[in-house]
């Protein structure tokens, strides 16, 4: 009977243990790839490659093109507050989302933005028009 009682109380720490939960660890599912492009006559443009973390690749690739107006390769939209909520930023949620998903993402900062503003004189801006 003494041995019935230890192994009952036993076997219930055991079973006790193996109720819980564990999380488990964050996984990296994306890696990141700064880049600086070379747009020619001296201007460059910071981009950034999102690929899967998982797989060896050659990888389908998706290039985000920002549309009108001055935005950045994540396309935020609205003004950055010092203190106030993050603005929304829709291409970095769909290079996340395209590269959860097996594909390769680049997206770039236009010419004028971000790290690459420059002021220029309206011939330099005309003259590869022509």
Partial sequence: MIAT???????????KQQDQALAQQYIQTIKYRNLVI???NGLKTNAQLTLPAVGKGPFPGVLLIPGS??????ETLGFVHK???KPPTPFW???QFLSERGFGVLRYDK????????????????????
């Avoid at 107006?69 to 994540?74: M, T």
Wanted: proline share 4%.
């Fill in 5 to 15: 009682l230890g192994l009952s109380c036993l076997s219930t720490s055991i079973f």
């Fill in 83 to 85: 203190n106030g909520p």
């Fill in 69 to 74: 107006g001055a935005v950045d390769k994540n």
């Fill in 93 to 95: 949620q769909i290079a």
């Fill in 38 to 40: 070379d747009l020619g």
């Fill in 111 to 130: 010419r004028g933005v971000s790290a690459n503003f420059r002021t220029q004189m309206y011939g330099e801006i005309l003259q590869p028009m022509i």
